[in-house]
């Protein structure tokens, strides 16, 4: 079994349809020894969820809004993470910095270098190890957002704030080629699969096999 802890992320555009895989690579996870934890953001405490109601139900700046997004953050990677990380499992976060970058900066306009700045603040270095982006026109997350239930104040943004959040994803992604990896989600569920298992190859080697 594995001892060193892994931090995983996922992100994508809304409707971009991250959370039905989620599970199941928890599932896959567990079945390889690991011990995993599945958490998300805004949100994975009890403050952070107090603050995911705010962040999407509240107007507020963009500036509010990013900072709520780290504070949420800092209280998440003391509590949670960190620990987490330290005692060797693997965490699964459901959103992390990336979705501010790409949400905050790219969506709202928020400078960059305030971005920057919060993120060496509160996580003094930390990164994922890898981060699964899925990928899907913003035509098609949106027929997807509007076909299920009650939209969140990012969810009703237009359908060109949506474009910016994906551009910004793009940059981002560009920027960290190695720990960011493009999976398309429109594709049938177990090309879906294929694609994640292709992303985290190669640490799910066994610790012992190296
Ligand atoms: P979710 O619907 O995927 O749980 O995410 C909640 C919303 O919060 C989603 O619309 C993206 C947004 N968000 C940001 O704008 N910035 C962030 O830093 C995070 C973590 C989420």
Redesign the pocket.
Known sequence: MSQSGRFITVEGI?GAG?SSHIEWLREYLTNLGHAVIVT???GGTPLGEALRTM??NEPMSPET?MML?FAARAEHLVTVIRPALARGAWVIS????D??YA??VGGRGVPAHKFTALESWVQDGLQPDRTILFDVSVATAQARLHDTRVL?R??REAADFHQRVRDAYHARAAQFPERIRLVASDVPMAQVREQILLALGDLLVPDNAV
């Open positions: 809304d991250k998300r953001e805004p962040l999407l809004e997004m459901d959103r992390f910095s979705a501010t949400y905050q969140d990012f969810e």
